[in-house]
């Protein structure tokens, strides 16, 4: 089932037939950039479930357990994912170009300024598998996630 690149820092998700792989403190272009070099076809994960959003909030809650990250309280502390738009009134899209069909969260129309959507991993408790948006082009990020469908 697993390619030889899969390794046991990728965690394979049935529901998506999909591999993920954690990134530490980075931005979203060059995450987007590491993700791609990693195997072609891989990008920021895309997130199409509640399921999906689930699995990979609990994947990075207990990677990040015991990181040396200097928590901020901000959106700083959360996941890049592969959602986006280009400038604020924008239509979102994914990295991977599949279907921006999924967002059980924070409305991001109503967001101003802030043009890349993440996952809430740093206070879980009441948000597990819930996202927002923030704007990661003047912040490190806490983690960003990979994503490859085998």
């Not at 690149?5 to 999909?18: Q, V």
């Not at 069909?101 to 802030?114: E, L, Q």
Request: one cysteine or more; a negative charge; glycine letters at 6%.
């Amino acid at each position: 089932m697993f390619l030889a690149f899969i390794d046991n820092t990728w965690r394979y998700y049935p529901r998506t037939c999909s591999c993920y792989k954690i990134l530490n403190s980075t931005y979203f272009e060059q995450a987007q950039e590491d993700c791609s070099n990693l195997f072609p076809g891989s990008n920021l994960v895309s997130i199409h479930s509640d399921s999906e959003a689930i699995f990979v909030s609990d994947m990075v809650i207990a990677a990040i357990e015991n990181d040396n990250w200097e928590v901020h309280h901000d959106g700083e502390d959360d996941t890049i994912i592969g959602l986006y738009r280009t400038e604020v009134g924008a239509p979102w899209q994914h990295t991977d170009h599949t279907p921006y069909d999924f967002f059980p969260w924070i409305a991001p129309d109503t967001s101003i300024n802030n043009n890349y959507g993440t996952l809430i991993t740093s206070s879980a408790p009441g948000y597990r598998g819930f996202g927002g948006v923030y704007s990661t082009e003047n912040y490190i990020i806490r983690t960003a996630v990979c994503k490859y469908q085998l």
